[in-house]
């Protein structure tokens, strides 16, 4: 089953409710934390540096890191589709919208 993940999420829980909901805030987690800032952990995380990259290019770049950190420390998902929510090129923003499939 293929589930699109809600990065707007501000809810944390400990123990979740079940495996889906585990591995959707795990990939949620992963997504949403720039790489190098987690003390003794500095390689979790996806590399966000794309300062004045034209928007297609960091687009394309921003997806091949996320689908690289989902690989490597949520190997229970599998990335199905990244897609980009319209916003303002003024405000700078890249905001993915992420389909992954929970691998049974």
């Known amino acids: 089953m293929d589930y699109t993940l809600n990065l707007n999420a501000t809810e944390i829980k400990i123990i979740p409710d079940s495996t889906v909901e585990e591995i959707l805030q795990d990939?949620?987690?992963?997504?949403?934390?720039?790489?190098?800032?987690v003390p003794m952990f500095r390689e979790f995380g996806v590399d966000n540096n794309l300062i004045d990259q034209p928007l297609p290019v960091a687009q394309n770049k921003m997806a091949g890191k996320i689908a690289a950190a989902i690989m490597k420390y949520e190997p229970r998902a599998r990335l199905k589709k990244i897609r980009w929510q319209q916003s303002d090129?003024?405000?700078?923003q890249l905001k993915p919208l992420i389909t992954i499939q929970i691998r049974e």
């Open 27 to 37: 990939v949620r987690t992963i997504v949403l934390t720039a790489l190098g800032t």
């Open 89 to 92: 090129a003024a405000d700078g």
